[in-house]
C-alpha cells in the first residue's frame, strides 16, 4: 500500500514522509529528488533551465514511473509530492487510484515562516511577499488537496507520523475523489465510483432523516437503482419521485405531479432534493426545489456527460414553453454537486459525442489545454474507450470544464455581467437552441445542436473580421474529427429566425452572439439579418437527407 503525502510548501512532507516509513519499515520516495536526479539538475534549475511547463512535464513523468498502486497492507511506500503535483488531474488520478492521500495543512503565516528559514529554494515562492505567496497557492490549490486525509502540518513530525498511522490502518477505500471544493454556489466533488458516498455524506451534513431521489426511467437503470440500494443500506430511509425521461420532464404540469408527490410524503424545508439523471432532468428537479415550499436544497447528480460539464451548474432550472426552449425558471443554486464519472461508461456513445460539442464551447473560449486534449483524446472519449477511462482523459475532460464553468458563474452568477460575464457561455447556443427547437427537441441533442451553433458562430465571426480564419478552421477541423456539427440539416429557414427571434438572450431587442476571437470572445448585437440568414442557411436544406431521416432517435439533452 502506497501512503501520499500532499500540501503547500513548508508543510514538511519530506520530514513527516521519512518518519512515517521508517515507522512502517517502507521506501520513502521525494518526487522533487526523483526529478533532480533524472535531470541531473536541481528544482530551481531546472525551472530556470526549462521553465515551469519544462518542471511539470518531469514531474509528470515522475508520477507516472511510480507504476500502479498496490492496494495489500502494509505499507510499502510513502510518497512526498511538491506542492503543484496534485495540480495537474492526470498527477492526481494517477497518485489517488489505491493509494491513501494524506493533506497536511496549516496556517499560510506558520508555512511562510517555516520557508523563511529553510535552505530548499521554492522557485514559486522565491523573490516573492512569503505569507501572500503562500495563501494564493493555498486559494488555488485547496481543491486539489481537499481530497485527501486533512492533518495538522503544524503539529511535531512524530506526531503526524502517529495520526497518519492511524489514518492508513483501514487502508485505501474501493471509492477515488479527484476534487473536491467548496464554493458559495454548492460543493462540487469530482470522482470514480463515489455517488452515494457522497450523497449519504451531503444528507449527514444538512441533517436530513431521509433522500427524496428524483431521477427518470433510463437514468435510474443506468445508476439511480444501484445508488437507492447503497442509501439503504446504509440505513437511510429513502423515497423516490419518477419524471419523464428527456425533454418531456421539462413541463409545467409534470412539476405540478412532482410537487403533488411532494405532498404526499410530506417533505420538510430542511429535506434536499437528490436529482439524479441528465440535463434536463436536472433543469426540472431544480426547478421543483425552488418552488416546493418556496425553496428546498438540492443535490445534483449528473449522470451523462453534457449534464456532468455544463447542464449541473449554475442553478439555472427552467421548463419549456411552446414559444421556446428554458423561458420559464429561476436560479437556485444547489448545495452540491457530485460527479461520477464512472456512470459515463454506461452512456450510449451518441450522448458521449454529443457533449464534446459543450466541451468543444469552452475550449473555444480559451482554454488551450482543453483544446489540445479534444484534439488528442475527444474521438476516444465519445467511443468510451477502456483507455480513455483509464487513463484519466475522461476526468480530465470533465474536471476543466466543470472548474471553467464554475469559474465564470462565481464572477457572474445571474447574468449581470454583460458583455463579459456569463453570456460567454452562450456561444454556439444562439443558434443551437433554435436548431432544438426545430427538430421537435428529438432529432438533435444539446451538444449536436451547439456543436451546428459553434460553426455558425465560427462563420459569423470570421465574416465580421472577429474571429481569424485560421482559429475558425481549427475549431471547424476539431468538429470534423468529432463528427459534429456535420451535414445539413432538414429545417426550414424560416421557422429556424423565427424560434431565434424568441430565444432569450436579446438585449434592446437585438439578439447577442458570442463569437470567438483568436484566443477568447466578443459579444456583438451588431451582425446584419442578411448575414444571419444567410449562415445559418448554409447549414440547412430545403428535404430530409437520408442520413438525417433515419438518425437514431434522441431522448433530448438527458440521454441517461
Known sequence: MDVVLVGLPGSGKSAVGRRLAHRHGATFIDLDDAIEAGAGMSVPAIFEAEGEAGFRAREAAAVEALGSADRERPVRRVIATGGGTMVDPRNRWRLAHGRVIVWLDGRPEALAQRLRHSRTVRPLIAGRDPIGAVRALGAARERFYAIGHKVNALAEPTTIAREVAALVADGPGATTRLLDAGSRIGRFVIGDGIAADLIAETLADLEARRAILVSEPGAWAAAGAAIEARLHGRGLEVATIQLPQGEAAKRLEVIGEAARRLAVLRAERREPLVAIGGGALGDAAGLLAALWLRGVPVIHVPTTLVAQI??????????????????????????????????????????????????????????????????????????????????????????????????????????????????????????????????????????????????IACRLGTALGVTPPARADRVERLLDALGLGVGRLPYPLDAVLELMATDKKHAAGRLRWVVPTADGFEVRTDVPDELVRATVGGLLEERPSAAVASGPPAAGRTGR
Not at 336 to 346: H, K, N, W
Not at 375 to 380: I, N, Q, S, T, V
Open 310 to 455: 455544463d447542464a449541473s451548474i449554475g442553478g439555472k432550472t427552467a421548463v419549456d414553453l411552446a414559444e421556446g426552449k428554458n423561458l420559464l425558471g429561476a436560479f437556485h443554486q444547489p448545495v452540491a454537486v457530485i460527479v461520477d464519472v464512472s456512470v459515463l461508461r454506461t452512456l450510449p456513445e451518441r450522448h458521449r459525442r454529443a457533449a464534446l460539442g459543450e466541451a468543444v464551447k469552452m475550449a473555444v473560449l480559451g482554454d488551450e489545454r482543453l483544446f489540445g486534449l479534444l484534439e488528442r483524446d475527444g474521438d476516444a472519449i465519445a467511443r468510451g474507450d477502456d483507455e480513455a477511462f483509464a487513463s484519466g482523459a475522461v476526468a480530465e475532460l470533465v474536471e476543466r470544464c466543470l472548474w471553467a464553468k464554475v469559474e465564470v458563474v462565481l464572477a457572474d452568477e445571474r447574468e449581470q455581467g454583460g458583455a463579459t460575464g456569463r453570456i460567454a457561455l452562450n456561444l454556439g447556443h444562439s443558434a443551437g437552441h433554435a436548431l432544438e427547437a426545430a427538430g421537435g427537441y428529438e432529432a438533435l441533442l444539446h451538444g449536436e445542436a451547439v456543436a451546428y451553433g459553434t460553426r
